[in-house]
C-alpha cells in the first residue's frame, strides 16, 4: 500500500530564517505531488504541483520554491521566511492520470 | 464570488441525527468533487468522490447537482465519531483542485 511521510512534524522558525520541508511517497511510481497551506480559519490553498522529476508548476507567487529531486521526493524551501508563512503545510500525492488526492500527516509551522 | 463555498457551520446534531451539508462551485466545467474529512490539527483524509450523480457508501451519501452548480454530502443516523470537518474540493482542471473551507459538524451525545 501507498505511504505518505512528512517532516518535520513541526517547526517554530524565526521571520528571515530559510526552510526546508520534505516529502516522500512510498509504494507507488510516478506520482503527482502537491503542496497546500492551510492557514488558521482559511481552506487549503494549492502552492506547488509536480507530474515528474525536474517539473514544478507555481500556483500562487510567493517567497516560497518546490524542488523534485526523485521521483518519490517533494521539497518545499524558503531562503527568508515571512510571518505570513505561518500555516499547516500539507504535502499530497494521486495516481498519474488520476484525480483522487492522499495527503500526508502535515508539518505545522510557526513563524515568529 | 468564491470558487468553491461552504457554510462554516457549525452544524450542531444529536447523535442518530441525519444531517446535510451543500457545497457550491462557481466554474460550470468542473468535472470531480470531492468530500475530505479533516480532524483538528490532521490531515484531511478522502471520504468519497463523486464524478456524476452522486455516491454512496454506508451512511454517507454525495449527490451532484450541476444545474445548480452544489454538491452535497449527507450522513445518516450520526455517531459522536462523525464531528470532524467537512471539506469539499473541486478539480476544474487536470491538476488544479480548490478546496472549500469547510464545514464543522459536532455530534453531540
Known amino acids: 500500500s501507498q505511504t505518505i511521510h512528512q517532516w518535520p512534524a513541526t517547526l517554530v522558525q524565526p521571520v528571515g530564517s530559510p526552510l526546508s520541508l520534505e516529502c516522500t511517497v512510498e509504494?507507488?511510481?510516478?506520482?503527482?505531488l502537491y503542496w497546500y497551506r492551510q492557514a488558521a480559519g482559511r481552506g487549503l490553498q494549492l502552492l506547488f504541483y509536480s507530474v515528474g522529476i525536474g517539473q514544478i508548476s507555481s500556483e500562487v507567487p510567493q517567497n516560497l520554491s518546490a524542488s523534485r529531486p526523485q521521483d518519490r521526493q517533494f521539497i518545499l524551501s524558503s531562503k527568508k521566511l515571512l510571518l505570513s508563512d505561518s500555516g499547516f503545510y500539507l504535502c499530497?500525492?494521486?495516481?498519474?492520470?488520476?484525480?483522487?488526492?492522499?495527503f500526508g500527516p502535515g508539518t505545522r509551522l510557526t513563524v515568529t | 464570488r468564491k470558487e468553491v463555498e461552504q457554510d462554516p457551520g457549525p452544524f450542531n446534531v444529536p447523535e442518530g441525527a441525519t444531517v446535510a451539508f451543500n457545497c457550491t462551485y462557481s466554474?460550470?466545467?468542473?468535472?470531480?468533487f470531492f468530500w475530505y474529512r479533516q480532524d483538528c490539527r490532521k490531515e484531511p483524509k478522502l471520504l468519497m468522490s463523486v464524478y456524476s450523480s452522486g455516491n454512496e457508501d454506508g451512511r454517507f451519501t454525495a449527490q451532484l447537482n450541476r444545474a445548480s452548480q452544489y454538491i452535497s454530502l449527507l450522513i445518516r443516523d450520526s455517531k459522536l465519531s462523525d464531528s470532524a470537518t467537512y471539506l469539499c474540493a473541486v478539480n476544474s482542471g487536470t491538476y488544479k483542485y480548490i478546496f472549500g473551507t469547510g464545514t464543522r459538524l459536532k455530534v453531540l451525545a
Open positions: 509504494g507507488t511510481s510516478n506520482p503527482n
Open positions: 499530497a500525492w494521486s495516481v498519474s492520470g488520476g484525480l483522487e488526492q492522499y
Open positions: 466554474n460550470s466545467a468542473s468535472q470531480s
